[in-house]
């Protein structure tokens, strides 16, 4: 690269870090990536009805012949935006995130995990869950949300008029912590990377954060839930929810009519039918 072009580039780096630190952004990820890149087709997003609960197809536009006296010049090479608003690796897919993942070692969770639990659902799901990590019956079975929380999670989903298949669910640590505690902070930072790109290659309308560590985790705060619970954030262009962890309502019943009027407000953005309550 010419020394004039990569002064540049610094420059325009060091800018970019600078205003992210004034964001308090300081923390990012970039995967290196294994796959050649390759220009993905732009995707039409419309609304969707309850009945059609899938990403619209694909539509190249089509492109009209032009002869080559015509074509212009060769634009010289854009300098490259390292912190565009997704990170996301051109021709990355699920099952190239899962192969990056691999036999994973990369915290101390790997000890004693007996299964990976990547995620679960349709790859072009418009409403994503996250929650915070496996717990015993999904170490076993190797899916996420299959216990007591997870049928749980299922009726809130058929609550809102939809199938388990049209969602995608997955955690924060894809590994069980013992004992079913918190993860702690190196380990959310070895695997929320796989996290963020499952995000990015799904991009979804919505996600919802079960929880307050999936929330803390894609927002990068401290802050207890209840600081945001039910209102709509944003997390690098993605509306996000953020509600309770379903064990906490297994726990806490009462929480539950929190829970769905926040569902609710997830669904009209859906296009989901919003039932009201019936007059008594
Ligand atoms: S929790 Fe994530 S980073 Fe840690 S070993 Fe499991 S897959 Fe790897």
Not at 147 to 172: F, P, S, W
């Amino acid at each position: 690269m010419p020394e004039n072009a990569a002064t540049t580039l610094q420059e325009k780096i060091t800018q970019r870090l600078r205003f992210y630190k004034d964001l308090g952004l300081d923390q990012f990820y970039r995967d290196r990536g294994t796959t050649p890149r390759v220009a993905f087709p732009q995707v039409e997003t419309t609304s969707i009805s309850n009945e059609e609960f899938t990403l619209p197809k694909a539509s190249p536009k089509s492109v009209a012949p032009v002869s080559a006296a015509k074509l212009p010049a060769p634009a010289a090479p854009a300098v490259p935006d390292l912190f565009a608003a997704t990170n996301r690796i051109a021709g990355d897919t699920l099952p190239i995130v899962r192969a990056d993942l691999g036999e994973c070692t990369r915290c101390k969770l790997h000890t004693t995990r007996k299964k990976i639990v990547f995620g679960d659902g349709s790859a072009s799901a418009k409403l994503v869950f996250v929650g915070e990590g496996p717990g015993a019956d999904e170490d076993a079975q190797g899916l996420p949300f299959v216990g007591r929380a997870g049928k749980l999670l299922t009726q809130m989903i058929e609550a809102m008029g939809l199938q388990r298949g049209d969602v995608y669910i997955c955690n924060v640590v894809k590994c069980r912590p013992p004992g079913n505690r918190q993860p702690e902070k190196d380990e959310v930072e070895a695997c929320s990377p796989f996290l963020y790109r499952q995000l990015d290659v799904l991009q979804p309308k919505v996600i919802v954060c079960l929880g307050a560590t999936a929330a803390q985790t894609l927002l990068q705060t401290n802050r207890g839930i209840s600081h945001f619970r039910g209102e709509w954030l944003d997390y690098r262009g993605y509306k996000m929810m953020a509600t309770y962890h379903p064990a906490y309502l297994l726990r806490n019943p009462a929480a539950k009519g929190d829970v769905w009027k926040d569902l609710q407000k997830v669904m009209a953005e859906l296009g989901l039918e919003v039932k009201k309550p019936k007059a008594k």
